[in-house]
């Protein structure tokens, strides 16, 4: 039996008389780079929710690495090494970029911003916020209040936070959304890298196809709550249903 990393079965989740995942089993496997599609109302957001914890599944399970999390709240599941971005902005707008980036390396020592006004004990969450700082290129704005940066800036700042506790899984909701293809490269290298190094297993969300079918091992479609193909990106530029529900002539 394969070892999966993150396990879902009959994942379902209703919002008045509409299933918005309507009873979804999966399984990623460590390491993988995989992406979820589908046209807009799928489910895609509603399932993320309910793999990190935001939201409670009417039935079905979610287990990481082999315990069952489906009642566990985000905060826990985050320490157990499953993190996010969101498809809406995540950051502290009032702090400087270098600051957000040192909230998720306290915070893996048991700390909180009140540390901030001791940074100087802090030697080691100041080296990785600044690793982070060079790798999403924001170390020219190290000290620029965050609410200040551009929507592109805003997005990679949130990738760093993601990425920032050393999540052995990250799920980023259209992290690609609104920025220009410079930016767009660094949040892929990002990923690439954090694959290949630490074995980070990442699951984006994406309305992108340059993006998914550039970056993806995995592909997952979903329509109406539903699983409707799952698969390498060949296989999923092969599959007809595909090509005629979502991906038309695009790819
Ligand atoms: N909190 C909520 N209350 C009521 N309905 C909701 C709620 N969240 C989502 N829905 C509905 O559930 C369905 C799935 O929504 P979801 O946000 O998961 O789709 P999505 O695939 O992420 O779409 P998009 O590509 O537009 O982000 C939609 O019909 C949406 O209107
Ligand atoms: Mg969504």
């Not at 079965?9 to 918005?20: H, S, V």
């Not at 935001?54 to 009642?71: A, H, M, Q, W, Y």
């Not at 479609?221 to 193909?229: F, I, P, R, T, Y």
């Given at each position: 039996?394969?070892?999966?990393?993150?396990?879902?079965?009959?994942?379902?989740?209703?919002?008045?008389?509409?299933?918005?995942?309507?009873?979804?089993?999966?399984?990623?496997?460590?390491?993988?780079?995989?992406?979820?599609?589908?046209?807009?109302?799928?489910?895609?957001?509603?399932?993320?929710?309910?793999?990190?914890?935001?939201?409670?599944?009417?039935?079905?399970?979610?287990?990481?690495?082999?315990?069952?999390?489906?009642?566990?709240?985000?905060?826990?599941?985050?320490?157990?090494?499953?993190?996010?971005?969101?498809?809406?902005?995540?950051?502290?707008?009032?702090?400087?970029?270098?600051?957000?980036?040192?909230?998720?390396?306290?915070?893996?020592?048991?700390?909180?911003?009140?540390?901030?006004?001791?940074?100087?004990?802090?030697?080691?969450?100041?080296?990785?916020?600044?690793?982070?700082?060079?790798?999403?290129?924001?170390?020219?704005?190290?000290?620029?209040?965050?609410?200040?940066?551009?929507?592109?800036d805003q997005r990679l700042l949130e990738l760093g936070i993601a990425v920032g506790t050393r999540p052995k899984l990250c799920f980023l909701d259209?992290?690609?959304?609104?920025?220009?293809?410079?930016?767009?490269?660094?949040?892929?290298?990002?990923?690439?890298?954090?694959?290949?190094?630490?074995?980070?297993?990442?699951?984006?969300?994406?309305?992108?196809?340059?993006?998914?079918?550039?970056?993806?091992?995995?592909?997952?479609?979903?329509?109406?709550?539903?699983?409707?193909?799952?698969?390498?990106?060949?296989?999923?530029?092969?599959?007809?249903?595909?090509?005629?529900?979502?991906?038309?002539?695009?790819?």
């Open positions: 039996m394969t070892e999966y990393l993150l396990e879902t079965k009959g994942l379902r989740k209703t919002f008045g008389r509409l299933a918005a995942v309507a009873g979804v089993s999966l399984g990623l496997t460590e390491g993988t780079l995989a992406a979820v599609i589908g046209p807009n109302g799928a489910g895609k957001t509603t399932l993320i929710n309910l793999l990190t914890g935001l939201l409670t599944p009417d039935t079905g399970t979610v287990r990481f690495k082999g315990e069952d999390i489906t009642r566990v709240p985000s905060h826990g599941r985050v320490r157990r090494g499953l993190s996010r971005s969101f498809q809406i902005m995540n950051i502290f707008p009032n702090l400087t970029v270098r600051q957000n980036l040192l909230l998720p390396a306290l915070s893996r020592r048991g700390r909180n911003l009140h540390a901030v006004a001791r940074l100087e004990d802090e030697t080691g969450a100041n080296a990785e916020a600044e690793e982070l700082l060079r790798e999403i290129g924001l170390w020219d704005h190290r000290g620029a209040r965050a609410g200040a940066l551009s929507h592109g259209e992290p690609c959304a609104g920025m220009n293809p410079i930016e767009r490269q660094t949040v892929l290298g990002l990923m690439r890298k954090l694959s290949g190094q630490r074995r980070t297993t990442f699951v984006i969300v994406e309305h992108d196809m340059d993006v998914v079918f550039s970056l993806a091992e995995r592909i997952v479609v979903m329509n109406h709550g539903e699983v409707l193909a799952d698969g390498t990106p060949a296989e999923i530029r092969e599959n007809r249903v595909v090509r005629e529900t979502y991906l038309g002539a695009e790819v």
